[in-house]
């Protein structure tokens, strides 16, 4: 950086101009602070790094005597000490789907309402609120909303269904808030140019505000993917099991209301509850668990990078 | 169309007050607009120009916080009398000072109103889309790509895109808020060319900083500063050297404040 090296005190001094720029003992001084901030930004950005490598490759070192397409396709067996993943895996993909097609289609158009429609009062604000408040509520909180409302008041026990309305509660604040952050960023000029040619509200949401927000929104949806994946206190009171034996390589083989398995509480069952398990099942199972979240994850930067590229304004 | 007789009233605003959060924008203003003329709007920034234009077609609506007393009536009916207000802002073309594409195609910029308006053959588009591109003299530049997206076009060639928008739901009345902001004075002189020609179809009202645009365009010119609608008359008298009222000879004149 090029300090100031006139003085100030003799404005009638002339300085040669290449002298100005020349190093000085305080500028030396300032591009060493320089070097070292940078240094130090660099190695943080490094921790950050090094300890999701560090997992991934201990994780599917340990993991790679299972790892094998019979491992997804063959459910547990010998009290959980042999056999494969299916019926948690499938479990997983029942609880994530049923329960995003529940929470995404409330949660857009919710905030589709109260980002286009409401107009500012006390009540929108306290629903505002409200959503900003329900994403940071604990999942156990949840959890035992879902026992209370879900499992023991609708009558629907301990089941696929209701473990997944409770992951759907749990998941649709945060498709709210990241819906309307979603549709705040189409521009207000927009709707007021069509507003001006005498289209309705809805006329412009369809024809201008849901088609450019739609990456922002599709990517937030898909983020939850990988939370309601992930989760294991809303489901394990609300109908994920120890152990249930499904047929193998049968994608219905849940029912609604049949208690089922997930990978997340298989995982955690494993490593705390049952003596004498292969290391390798475990690894494997905490494999398939990241490799699924992380492939979800990929999948929206993909779709977010992709929707970027065409951006039209 | 020939020109109809001057009389013909095709806006009576009536003791207009507009208030926001209190504060009024506009105080009292009572003026007609008659048909087929070009009336000019002139007055400092902040003078309440732009309410009164968000007036007419009721986009006031759209500011929580305004509240509008008195009336405003098109070919004699309160425009608050109306209930389907889309309706009531097909008739009124809009532009506002600064461009705004929409992020769609060229063609679907100016289709869009069209369709919202119900109208879907295509060959009936196609003839529309032509016709407002080239009323707002843009159809050469980009006959060849009606594809592309208009967002990507210069600010001068958008701001005749919004001005073909504006004319695609064949308004009755178009109304131009500073137009000529963001753009270049060769395309300025373009759309002055354009907005003569299109005087003998529609009632065209030019809200424009620029003193000289009113003179050049407007049959008549209204003056309006600190809310208040000081003069309305003759282009030949609001600049000749004896208007009505002394602010309006300084503002013309430019020896203002």
Same mark, same amino acid.
């Given at each position: 950086m090029?300090?100031?090296?006139?003085?100030?005190?003799?404005?009638? !001094?002339?300085?040669?101009?290449?002298?100005?720029?020349?190093?000085?003992?305080?500028? &030396?001084?300032?591009?060493?602070? !320089?070097?070292?901030?940078?240094?130090?930004?660099?190695?943080?950005?490094?921790?950050?790094?090094?300890?999701?490598?560090?997992i991934?490759?201990?994780?599917?070192?340990?993991?790679?005597?299972?790892?094998?397409?019979?491992?997804?396709?063959?459910?547990?067996?010998k009290?959980?000490?042999?056999?494969?993943?299916?019926?948690?895996?499938?479990?997983?993909?029942?609880?994530?789907?049923?329960?995003?097609?529940?929470?995404?289609?409330?949660?857009?158009?919710?905030?589709?309402y109260?980002?286009?429609?409401? &107009? !500012?009062?006390?009540?929108?604000?306290i629903?505002?609120?409200?959503?900003v408040?329900?994403?940071?509520?604990?999942?156990?909180? /949840?959890?035992?909303?879902?026992?209370?409302?879900?499992?023991?008041f609708?009558?629907?026990?301990?089941?696929?269904?209701?473990?997944?309305?409770?992951?759907?509660?749990?998941?649709?604040?945060v498709?709210?808030?990241?819906?309307?952050?979603?549709l705040?960023?189409?521009p207000m000029?927009f709707?007021?140019?069509?507003?001006?040619?005498?289209?309705? &509200?809805?006329?412009?949401?369809?024809?201008?505000?849901?088609?450019?927000?739609?990456?922002?929104?599709?990517t937030?949806?898909?983020l939850?993917?990988?939370?309601?994946?992930?989760?294991?206190?809303?489901?394990?009171f609300?109908?994920?099991?120890?152990?249930?034996?499904?047929?193998e390589?049968?994608?219905?083989?849940?029912?609604?209301?049949?208690?089922?398995?997930?990978?997340?509480? /298989?995982?955690?069952?494993l490593?705390?509850?049952?003596?004498?398990?292969?290391e390798?099942?475990?690894?494997?199972?905490?494999?398939?668990?990241l490799?699924?979240v992380?492939?979800?994850n990929?999948l929206?930067?993909?779709?977010?990078?992709?929707?970027?590229?065409?951006? &039209?304004? | 169309?020939?020109?109809?007789?001057?009389?013909?009233?095709?806006?009576?605003?009536?003791?207009?007050?507009?208030?926001?959060?209190?504060?009024?924008?506009?105080?009292?203003?009572?003026?007609? @607009?008659?048909?087929?003329?070009?009336? $000019?709007?002139?007055?400092?920034?902040?003078?309440?120009?732009?309410?009164?234009?968000?007036?007419?077609?009721?986009? @006031? %609506?759209? %500011?929580?916080?305004?509240?509008?007393?008195?009336?405003?009536?098109?070919?004699?009916?309160? @425009?608050?009398?109306i209930?389907?207000v889309?309706?009531?802002?097909?008739?009124?073309?809009?532009?506002?000072?600064?461009?705004?594409?929409?992020?769609?195609?060229?063609?679907?910029?100016?289709?869009?109103?069209?369709?919202?308006?119900?109208?879907?053959?295509?060959?009936?588009?196609?003839?529309?889309? %032509?016709?407002c591109?080239?009323?707002?003299?843009?159809?050469?530049?980009?006959k060849?790509?009606?594809?592309?997206?208009?967002?990507?076009?210069?600010?001068?060639?958008?701001?005749?895109?919004?001005?073909?928008?504006?004319?695609?739901?064949?308004?009755?009345?178009?109304?131009?808020? %500073?137009?000529?902001?963001?753009?270049?004075?060769?395309?300025?002189?373009?759309?002055?060319d354009?907005?003569?020609?299109?005087?003998?179809?529609?009632?065209?009202?030019?809200?424009?900083?620029?003193v000289?645009?009113?003179?050049?365009?407007?049959?008549r010119?209204?003056?309006?500063?600190?809310?208040?609608?000081?003069?309305?008359?003759?282009?030949?008298?609001?600049?000749?050297?004896?208007?009505?009222?002394k602010?309006?000879?300084?503002?013309?004149h430019?020896?203002? $404040?």
């Open positions: 090029a300090t100031d090296p006139i003085p100030s005190s003799s404005p009638t !001094e002339i300085i040669e101009p290449q002298l100005m720029f020349t190093a000085t003992e305080q500028s &030396r001084k300032k591009q060493m602070a !320089e070097n070292v901030a940078r240094a130090i930004f660099f190695v943080m950005t490094l921790l950050m790094i090094l300890p999701l490598v560090l991934v490759v201990y994780l599917c070192v340990k993991a790679a005597p299972v790892l094998s397409p019979e491992f997804f396709f063959t459910n547990p067996a009290g959980m000490r042999a056999g494969g993943i299916w019926a948690p895996l499938l479990g997983t993909i029942y609880i994530v789907i049923i329960s995003l097609l529940v929470s995404a289609p409330i949660g857009v158009l919710a905030a589709v109260l980002n286009e429609y409401a &107009r !500012e009062s006390w009540f929108t604000r629903i505002n609120l409200a959503v408040n329900l994403a940071g509520v604990p999942s156990i909180v /949840h959890a035992l909303f879902g026992v209370g409302a879900f499992v023991y609708a009558k629907m026990g301990r089941s696929v269904l209701a473990a997944s309305l409770t992951l759907a509660i749990m998941t649709l604040p498709i709210i808030a990241s819906t309307k952050e979603a705040n960023a189409v000029a709707r007021e140019a069509c507003w001006n040619t005498g289209a309705t &509200r809805w006329q412009t949401i369809r024809g201008i505000v849901l088609p450019n927000s739609i990456s922002g929104i599709l937030g949806i898909i939850q993917v990988s939370r309601a994946a992930g989760e294991t206190a809303p489901i394990m609300t109908g994920a099991v120890f152990f249930k034996a499904i047929s390589g049968d994608v219905f083989a849940y029912g609604l209301l049949d208690r089922f398995m997930a990978l997340s509480m /298989h995982l955690y069952q490593s705390t509850q049952v003596p004498g398990v292969p390798a099942l475990e690894y494997g199972t905490a494999v398939v668990l490799g699924a992380l492939m979800v990929a929206a930067i993909v779709l977010r990078v992709y929707l970027r590229s065409r951006k &039209r304004w | 169309m020939a020109q109809l007789s001057k009389s013909t009233k095709k806006i009576e605003i009536a003791d207009l007050t507009v208030r926001y959060d209190g504060l009024e924008a506009l105080k009292g203003i009572s003026l007609d @607009i008659y048909e087929n003329e070009i009336l $000019g709007i002139i007055g400092p920034a902040q003078s309440g120009k732009t309410t009164l234009l968000k007036t007419i077609n009721r986009t @006031i %609506e759209f %500011e929580p916080s305004a509240e509008v007393s008195g009336s405003v009536s098109i070919d004699g009916t309160d @425009i608050q009398s209930r389907n889309n309706q009531l802002r097909r008739r009124i073309g809009m532009v506002f000072p600064l461009p705004v594409g929409l992020p769609m195609s060229i063609y679907d910029n100016v289709a869009f109103a069209p369709r919202t308006a119900g109208i879907r053959k295509r060959s009936e588009l196609d003839e529309l889309v %032509e016709r591109l080239k009323q707002s003299a843009l159809w050469d530049e980009v060849d790509r009606l594809d592309s997206l208009g967002t990507k076009l210069s600010g001068g060639q958008q701001q005749r895109l919004t001005i073909a928008r504006a004319l695609s739901h064949q308004p009755e009345i178009l109304c131009l808020d %500073e137009f000529s902001i963001a753009v270049d004075p060769v395309t300025t002189m373009r759309i002055e354009i907005l003569k020609e299109l005087r003998s179809q529609i009632t065209i009202i030019l809200v424009t900083n620029l000289q645009q009113a003179r050049r365009l407007a049959d010119t209204a003056f309006i500063f600190e809310s208040k609608l000081i003069e309305i008359d003759e282009n030949d008298v609001i600049f000749s050297d004896s208007p009505a009222h602010l309006t000879y300084d503002y013309v430019g020896n203002f $404040g």
